[in-house]
C-alpha cells in the first residue's frame, strides 16, 4: 500500500513538473492532448466503419500481383528461402533476447492473420517450422562448431539470393516477368537495385575520391547527371526514350520492362550509395593514409585494408536509409506498367462500385506493409551499429 | 498487324483502376468494357481472345507508350479529340461509349435544366476542363452560379452530402455510378436526379498508330461489327447457328459465310473472313459487352447516346458488303 502510495505521489511530481510547470506549458500540454485525442477518436471512427472485404479478396493480388494462378508456390518458396537465409543468420551472427522474438512473432501473426487463408494453413505451418529450426541449428551445432565455414557459406548465399528468386521466378515455364507484381516485385526491384547498386557505388565513390583526373571526373560526372534528374524521369527514359536511339544490341530494346526497371534503380542507387561511401572516406583523416604508405602498403591494400572497413563503419546509418529510400522508391515502377504493391492498393478499391470509398483500408495494409520491411531494415542498422561499437568509440 | 501476328499477342493499353470499363480482379485479370474490346480483336486477328497482353497505362503516359511501340493498340477511356488525332500521330478507329459531362442535382430541388440553376452552387473537381465546361454552360446562358471547387471526389462528395451545393458535375459515367452508390443515409439513389442535358462531348474509343491502315481497318471494323452483330440480333450464344444458317444475306457477309450456296464475301482485311463469329462467339456483340460491364454501374443505354441507331441512340455502324 504504502509503495502504491509512493508511485503515484511521484507519477504526479513527475506530471507536474514535466507537463504542467507554467502557465504556458499547462496550455501546450491540455491542447496536445486534445489533438491526440482527437486524432485517435478520428481513427477509432474510421476502425469502426472499416470493411476490410476489399483487402480479404484481393489478399493474392497485393502479394504476388498479376502472377497467373497456380503460381503461388513460387511465391512461396521465396518466402521459405529467404527465410533460412535470414533465421540461419540471426542464428550465427545476432544475439537476440525474448523480446525480438515475441517482437517478431507478433509482426508475423499480424501478417498471417490479414493474409493468410483456410487453404494456405500448411504453407504457415511450414514458413514457422522453416523459420525457427535453422536458427536454433545454427545458433547450437554449426556456430559452435564450423562458424567459419558457414559464415562463408552464409555470406555466398547472401550474395547469390536474386538469381535464386530469378530461377525460382522463372523455371518450368514460368510466367513473363512483367506480370510479376505486388509486393514480390517491390522486394526483388529493391534487392536488386541494392545489391547491384552497392558494389557499383563502391567504385564510384572511391573514384570520385580518387586522386586520378580522368577517373575522379569520370565518376564525378556520372554522380552528378544520375542525381540530377528525378526517378521518375530514368524510368519514362528507360522505357520511352532509350529504345528509339540505342542500337538494338543483345537485345537490349525487347528486355522486359522489369529488366529495364532493375537496370535504372540499380543506376539510380548505385549515384547515392557513391555519395554515401564518399562521406565516410572524408571521415578518415588522412594521416591513417600516410602511414600506410610508410609501412610500405600498396595504394589498393591501404584502401581496401585500412580507409574502407572504417569507412563503410561510419556511413552505415546513411547507407541504410539509402537502401530504405530506394525500398519505398521501387513504387514509382506502376507507371511502367507494372502492378506493384502501390498500385495493386490504389487500383482494388475500383473493382466493384461495393469497394468505392475503400482506399483507406486498401492503402492502410500497403503502408503495413512497406513499415514491416523498412523498420525491420533500421533495426538491423541500429544492431549493426551497436555490434560494430559505433558512437562509443 | 504482321508484328501482333507474329508476336501472337496483341499489346493491349488500358486502364487497370476504372470500375466498368477496365479493372484488375482479384486473380489478376483484367475485366472492363475496354477490355472486351482488346479481347474481340485479339480474337479477330489471332482467332483468341485470351491472346491479349494488357498494359496498363497511366494518363499521361499512355500516347507516348502507342507512339513509342510499347502497346499496338490503346483503349483506355481515350477521349476523341481534333488535337489528339492530329498532333498526337495516332488515329481514333470509332467511338465505343459516348460519355459527356452531366449536372446530378437533388430530386426535390425542382431543378429541371440547366436554366433552373439560377444562383445555384455547383461541386467540381478542380483544374479539370469539367470545370471550364461548367463555366462556358453558364456563362452561355448568363446565369450566375458559384462554384465550388475540390482537388479529389472524396470532399466532394462529403460537401454534396451534407447540400452544400446543389449540383455536382462530372462525366455522366462517373455520376450514375455516385448516384448508384449514393449512401441511404443521406436519401440514397432516389433523392437525385441526372439532368438530362449533357454540357460536353466526350467520345471514347480506341486508338492506333497512325499510317498503319491495316491495323487500323480491322480495329475499326472489328468495334462496327461488334455494333451491327446487336443490331442484327446476333449475339454470343446463336452465333454458331446463325453462321450455320444464315438468315439474309447481310448476316452472312457480317459471318464470313456464303447465303444460300453463295459465295462468302472477303473484305480482304487480312485475317481469316469469319473473323466476326470468333469475335461475337468468345466476347459478344455491343449490347452484350455493354449490360456486362456497364449496366451494373448503373448505366442505362436506354435514351442515351449508347443506345442504338434504331432506338434513338448514336451505335450506328456503316454497312458491312
Not at chain 1, 129 to 138: G, T
Not at chain 1, 267 to 295: C, N
Request: aromatic content about 12%; proline content about 4%; overall charge negative.
Amino acid at each position: 500500500m504504502r509503495l502504491i502510495n509512493e508511485i503515484t505521489r511521484d507519477g504526479f511530481f513527475w506530471i507536474k513538473e514535466n507537463l504542467f510547470q507554467s502557465y504556458l506549458n499547462s496550455l501546450m500540454t491540455l491542447l496536445i492532448v486534445v489533438f491526440i485525442g482527437y486524432l485517435f477518436l478520428d481513427f477509432l471512427g474510421f476502425l469502426i466503419n472499416a470493411d476490410w472485404t476489399v483487402v480479404e479478396v484481393n489478399r493474392r493480388l497485393l502479394l504476388l500481383g498479376r502472377l497467373p494462378l497456380g503460381n503461388e508456390i513460387r511465391g512461396w518458396l521465396i518466402l521459405w528461402f529467404s527465410m533460412i537465409l535470414i533465421s540461419s543468420s540471426i542464428g550465427i551472427w545476432g544475439s537476440p533476447n525474448i523480446k525480438d522474438f515475441l517482437i517478431i512473432f507478433i509482426i508475423s501473426l499480424v501478417i498471417f492473420f490479414i493474409f493468410g487463408t483456410l487453404n494456405s494453413i500448411y504453407h504457415i505451418l511450414i514458413t514457422y517450422l522453416i523459420s525457427f529450426s535453422p536458427y536454433f541449428f545454427s545458433k547450437y551445432f554449426l556456430r559452435k562448431k564450423y562458424f567459419e565455414l558457414s559464415k562463408r557459406v552464409l555470406i555466398f548465399s547472401w550474395i547469390l539470393i536474386i538469381p535464386i528468386f530469378i530461377i525460382i521466378l522463372l523455371i518450368g515455364n514460368g510466367p513473363k516477368p512483367n506480370l510479376w507484381g505486388g509486393f514480390l516485385l517491390n522486394i526483388i526491384l529493391a534487392s536488386v537495385a541494392i545489391v547491384a547498386g552497392f558494389p557499383l557505388g563502391l567504385i564510384l565513390g572511391l573514384g570520385r575520391a580518387s586522386s586520378f583526373p580522368v577517373i575522379k571526373i569520370a565518376s564525378t560526372f556520372y554522380i552528378e547527371v544520375i542525381r540530377g534528374a528525378p526517378l521518375v524521369a530514368w524510368l519514362l527514359l528507360a522505357w520511352f526514350v532509350l529504345p528509339t536511339f540505342l542500337p538494338n544490341l543483345f537485345g537490349l530494346n525487347e528486355v522486359s520492362i522489369v529488366v529495364r526497371a532493375m537496370i535504372v534503380l540499380s543506376i539510380f542507387a548505385s549515384a547515392y550509395i557513391a555519395e554515401v561511401i564518399r562521406g565516410g572516406l572524408q571521415s578518415i583523416p588522412k594521416g591513417q593514409l600516410e602511414a600506410a604508405d610508410a609501412l610500405g602498403l600498396s595504394t589498393i591494400d591501404s584502401t581496401f585494408n585500412i580507409i574502407l572497413p572504417q569507412a563503410i563503419r561510419v556511413v552505415i546509418p546513411a547507407l541504410v536509409s539509402t537502401f530504405i529510400a530506394m525500398f519505398k522508391d521501387t513504387s514509382l515502377v506502376f507507371i511502367l506498367a507494372l502492378t506493384d504493391l502501390l498500385q495493386v492498393g490504389r487500383l482494388i478499391p475500383e473493382q466493384e462500385p461495393e469497394f468505392f470509398g475503400r482506399q483507406l483500408e486498401a492503402l492502410l495494409v500497403v503502408a503495413f506493409l512497406f513499415w514491416v520491411v523498412s523498420i525491420s531494415l533500421s533495426n538491423l542498422s541500429s544492431r549493426l551499429e551497436k555490434a560494430m561499437g559505433i558512437g562509443v568509440r | 498487324m504482321d508484328v501482333v501476328k507474329e508476336r501472337g499477342e496483341l499489346k493491349c493499353g488500358v486502364n487497370d483502376n476504372l470500375t466498368g470499363f477496365g479493372v484488375v480482379m482479384p486473380d489478376g485479370s483484367f475485366e472492363g468494357f475496354d477490355i472486351d474490346y482488346c479481347k474481340a480483336i485479339a480474337a479477330a486477328i489471332l482467332g483468341d481472345s485470351s491472346k491479349v497482353e494488357y498494359v496498363p497505362l497511366t494518363a499521361s503516359a499512355r500516347f507516348t507508350a502507342l507512339g513509342s511501340g510499347e502497346i499496338d493498340v490503346l483503349i483506355r477511356n481515350t477521349t476523341w479529340t481534333a488535337s489528339r488525332d492530329r498532333e498526337l500521330a495516332q488515329d481514333f478507329t470509332a467511338t465505343t461509349f459516348y460519355d459527356g459531362q452531366g449536372m446530378m442535382v437533388y430530386a426535390d430541388s425542382g431543378y429541371k435544366t440547366i436554366e433552373d440553376m439560377s444562383g445555384a452552387t455547383v461541386c467540381v473537381l478542380q483544374g479539370t476542363t469539367t470545370e471550364l465546361n461548367l463555366d462556358d454552360r453558364f456563362t452561355k446562358s448568363g446565369i450566375p452560379y458559384t462554384p465550388l471547387t475540390f482537388e479529389t471526389n472524396d470532399p466532394l462528395q462529403a460537401a454534396f452530402e451534407e447540400k452544400r451545393c446543389d449540383g455536382w458535375t462530372t462525366d455522366k459515367s462517373g455520376l450514375a455510378s455516385k448516384r448508384a452508390e449514393f449512401p441511404a443515409s443521406a436519401g440514397g439513389p432516389d433523392a437525385l436526379v441526372v439532368l438530362a442535358e449533357t454540357l460536353s462531348k466526350e467520345p471514347l474509343g480506341p486508338l492506333t498508330r497512325d499510317n498503319d491502315s491495316e491495323f487500323y481497318d480491322v480495329v475499326q471494323w472489328v468495334v462496327f461489327g461488334m455494333m451491327q452483330a446487336e443490331e442484327s440480333g446476333i449475339n454470343s450464344s446463336n452465333v454458331s447457328s446463325m453462321a450455320a444458317n444464315p438468315k439474309d444475306p447481310g448476316m452472312a457477309r457480317l459471318l464470313g459465310v456464303g447465303f444460300d450456296g453463295g459465295e462468302v464475301q472477303d473484305f480482304q482485311f487480312g485475317i481469316p473472313k469469319d473473323f466476326m463469329q470468333k469475335v461475337i462467339s468468345q466476347v459478344g456483340n455491343y449490347g452484350e459487352v455493354y449490360d456486362r460491364h456497364l449496366v451494373p454501374l448503373g448505366l442505362t443505354r436506354e435514351g442515351s447516346f449508347n443506345a442504338l441507331w434504331t432506338d434513338g441512340g448514336l451505335i450506328y455502324a456503316p454497312p458491312f458488303r
